[in-house]
């Protein structure tokens, strides 16, 4: 793969929306997850979640439009902005028609649909909005980023699970590597914390089940974890080639090197427990961004906070890395703020790149009692001091998706 710049972050997520107030909120390892009060949870088995706050404080959606669209659609809208700006690109003055996007989302957009649904069975079809079509279904947030832009260009939504942001933007890549666009927004966005939407999230048996101690509840690599924390959010990167970034003067964050996926092929639901295909998508990211294990200074994990899902992460990285894992350190910052399903890579990825900047390991809190066969080194004590050229990312999805992105400092 030939070398794709990052050249603007835009993250709205529990941990904060500002970029600054995101990483001090990352770096203090200040827990975002808290008890649902959106709605009544009581009857949940988990009902405590990551969630967004002051997203109208940062709004570029009109209130007539905010009548037809779901929140992950406003959040996507809000993280592209932001990152539109934090790359200085003028929309004004670019041929559109060579801009694209690239999202990935797990469960589309159901406070919507819920409601709408709800109206249907009361009032029959009068009572339905006629946005209800197009406000739910995962490409919303692609299809309302380009109205509000104009955005013309080739484009993909993709659902992949948690593995989806993390993908799109590796394809977002590939699709400039190809020539096909001049510039794109690549990322995810997922908002879950709805009565249907948890309602699904209870039922996969991933979350976590200590609602009396939201902070401390998701705990990846913890002998006493059950499961994740879910949370809602959304972030969007700008990439362009690093010839592009350079000529306009840019500022680059960093720069996508290597990509690797693979699939499981076990079970509809579980990853495999040996770790052999995250092994060899690690592997295969490696190969592409012609690199040894040595080479990478941190991995950010997956970090699932399950009992199959960390011991297979911990094995599929030492299979990856070989002997060079544990010298690395590896952690899950996703435990601060929850797991964003869908939209967990790009925030990954916006983690990792701050962490770049300051030189600093995110840790991965609430890890008190580490499990003995998750025998890295997680960052269990707080930031480490490190400077970080080379980072993996972690992605996985059910069904056993599997997906590894390598990004270096420029």
Known sequence: MKKISITGLGIVSPSGIDKRKFWANIKAGRSAVKKIERF??????????????ELDAYSNVSSRLLKKIDLFSHMALVASEISIKDAGIDMAKE?????GIFAGNAIGGWLYAETE?????????????????????????????????????????????RASSLMAIAYGAKNLNDGKNDFILAGGMEAPVSPYGLLCCNTSGVLTLRNDEPETAYRPFDKTRDGMAVAEGAGILILETEERAKKRGAKIYANIIGYGTTTDGVDRIEPAADGIELG??????????????SQIDYVCADGAGTQIGDLSETRGIKLGLGGHAKKI???????????????????????TILAMEHNLVPPTINLNNPDLECDLDYCASGVQEKEIKRALVINRGRGGINCALIIEKS
């Open 40 to 53: 009544d949870a009581s009857k949940y088995q988990s009902r405590i979640a990551g969630q967004v706050h």
């Open 329 to 351: 350190p590896v952690s899950a910052p996703k435990s601060i703020f929850g797991n964003m399903l869908g939209a967990s890579g790009v925030l990954d990825v916006a983690t």
């Open 117 to 161: 649904l709800r109206d249907m069975y009361l009032e029959g079809r009068e009572g339905v909005s006629p946005f209800m079509a197009s406000a739910w279904f995962p490409a919303a947030p692609q299809g309302q980023i380009s109205i509000h832009y104009q955005i013309k260009g080739y484009s993909k939504t993709i659902v992949s699970d």
């Open 95 to 99: 041929n559109l028609k060579r801009a």
């Open 280 to 293: 060899r998508a690690i592997q295969m990211a490696l190969k592409d961004a012609q690199l040894e294990p």
